[in-house]
């Protein structure tokens, strides 16, 4: 316990006794019973030991709401906010009631598999969401271009289509 006169400059000894016992404010009135709380959070901003909280700004927010209407991806949205965590952008964005919209569906140039996706979009549901409900664990996820019937077939019947084969006959 360090005694000394209210209002007195401060020493190095309560620096230091300040950078060890911060953020327990209890523990430093009681340490420094001639410093006020107020004098002791200034002063831990003062020595940069305080966490800073970040204000947002209007042209922040203005920014923010129109990366979110632009569906930007969280690599942009940390790249134009870099003094802030990727928790803290999205953080503001749900207190805003900001949503993105969603992206339309890779398509992969089968035709097939375009045709689930795009019917999926069309229908409201994420590929993480039709891969659930047609049981095909990460098949619609992943981007693949390979064929498995057997996932086409389950997520066909559950977007209401039917699978149908037709035959060239010019090749026979």
Known sequence: ???REPGSPWMAEEDDLIRAIYPAYDRLERALPHRTRSALKNRTRHLGVARVRHVWTNVEVALLRALYAAASPDRI????FP???LGQIHAKACHLG???PRRAPILLG???LDAVRQRAALAGLTMVELDR???TGRYFQTCRRNLDLRCISRASQLLGGEIEVHWDDADI
Do not use: D, K, S, T
């Open 133 to 135: 409900r047609a049981r």
């Open 98 to 100: 900001l949503r993105r």
């Open 83 to 85: 003094h802030l965590e």
């Open 77 to 80: 949205l940390a790249e134009r």
């Open 110 to 112: 089968v035709p097939v």
């Open 1 to 3: 316990m360090i005694a």
